[in-house]
């Protein structure tokens, strides 16, 4: 068995126990289940982890519980062990989820714009590490180093944090630097690189110093083809190059090539504040998330959109930031 099948069985088993007999799964109506989706609802303040695509249809054709078939999900304020972090208000608006794989084990990477960033193993539901960057922050993203090791970008601090998290699950030790805007992060785990998208620029840091007492130098800077750079996801159909959302388009950047070029989706309403993007590995469909602006927050939706074939699922009654493919990328053997 693949290890993409294992992947899906687990998901597909406990999303039974927890969605109860009301679902039906993709493959009794003839469709291959996908990978599972990851959302953040500011609505229930809570990471959702979603049946695929397809079992999301298939949901909705045949009459499923309310369209939300949850396989896991974490939310800070039912966590005891960040308690003492005060969730009530830095875990306000939170506004990441990241999938990543270290030792054998799943971790969910998130933040919120209250100031949490939190790194939560999937397993068992605990707190591995997290943080209160302050309510004047705003983390926007994070990312999990080889070592143990977190990154997190703050858009309204203007910088980016390399906490040494190996040290312990609260430590607060790290390095910085400064970039106005800091809305992405990624590791490319091919370099070693720790890119950072801001406003204006998306900019290669190189890791040095101890997992004790890291160092983050510039190695490269590019500057964006316009302003307002929020996510920053890699292609996974072609390893080394990204995703890379601004204000008004989507882009896909060569680093080799040192080449934005510019996706064209449905329409140019669709290109415009995507907040979150990715691929589905295997097929190549894109999953973007963009405001919708019918609800009550200028900036959330209630909508997952795909690209490439095109298609929408809606969830009412959710504020969803970002939605990203819930899988298996690794940060360390």
Known sequence: MSKRARVWRAA????????????????AV??????????????????????????????????????????WSWSADAAGDVRDLDPRRSWEHPDEAKSRVRHGRRYL??????????VVDTTTGAVAWA??????????????LPDGNVAVAASTGGWV???????????????????????????DGRTGLLWALGDETLTALRVGGTAAAPTLT??????????????????????????????????RYDPAADRFSRIRLGSERAEREIKSVGDEPGTGRLLTAAPDHTGPCSWCTSVLTLHR??????LPGTHLYKARWWTSWGSGA
């Open 12 to 27: 597909a088993g406990l999303a039974a126990l927890v969605v109860g007999t009301g679902a039906v799964p993709a493959a």
């Open 109 to 118: 990477l998130t933040t919120a714009s209250g100031g949490l960033a939190a």
């Open 30 to 71: 003839g469709i291959r289940p996908g990978w599972a989706v990851a959302v953040v609802d500011q609505a229930s303040r809570r990471v959702l982890v979603l049946q695929s695509a397809e079992e999301l249809s298939a949901l909705a054709a045949f009459g499923g519980q309310d369209g939300r078939p949850v396989v």
């Open 218 to 251: 510039a190695e490269r800077t590019v500057p964006l083809p316009e302003r307002g750079g929020h996510d920053l996801a890699p292609v996974l159909a072609a390893p080394g190059r990204f995703w890379v959302s601004t204000a008004a388009h989507l882009w």
């Open 309 to 314: 074939p095109d298609g929408a699922r809606s």
């Open 161 to 187: 944090r390399l906490y040494a998290a190996s040290l312990g699950p609260r430590s607060t030790a790290h390095a910085e630097f400064r970039l106005p805007g800091a809305h992405g992060l990624h590791r």
């Open 131 to 144: 943080t209160d960057t302050g309510p004047a922050a705003n983390p926007h993203s994070a990312e999990l």
